[in-house]
């Protein structure tokens, strides 16, 4: 049986290694010449919001509950939002779709472990 926790740790793992792929993506549009946004504020700035989801994607994984984790998962989904919208301007398609990833990585660190649920079980 799958417990909740485990799903939030997925989920978490899921948004970071997705994150570090959309950071990836977006570093080699930065720096290959020919992909039409080769060095611009644009590129540099989707590098560093897939870096601020990583972080956050590592952040959930250790940390379970409280302020910060509810406070990175809206930040996370306004990160993603922003990420994909960043990838649609710029034409970058597989960022688009790693950023998706991470949307579901978000959804599934929602399920967080409750201490009732498993208690009752």
Request: net charge positive.
């Amino acid at each position: 049986m799958i417990r909740h926790s485990t799903l939030s740790a997925s989920g978490a793992g899921l948004m970071a290694l997705a994150a570090l792929v959309g950071a990836a993506i977006a570093l080699y549009a930065y720096f290959t010449p020919m992909t039409g946004v080769t060095g611009t504020p644009g590129a540099l700035l989707v590098v560093v919001s897939s870096l601020a989801l990583l972080a956050a994607g590592v952040i959930l994984w250790l940390r379970s509950y409280g302020f910060v984790y509810w406070a990175l998962i809206v930040l996370g989904f306004l990160g993603v939002a922003g990420t994909f919208a960043a990838g649609w301007f710029l034409h970058e398609w597989l960022l688009m779709a790693a950023m998706a990833v991470v949307a579901v990585g978000l959804v599934l660190a929602l399920f967080r472990r409750s201490t009732s649920a498993v208690e009752g079980n």
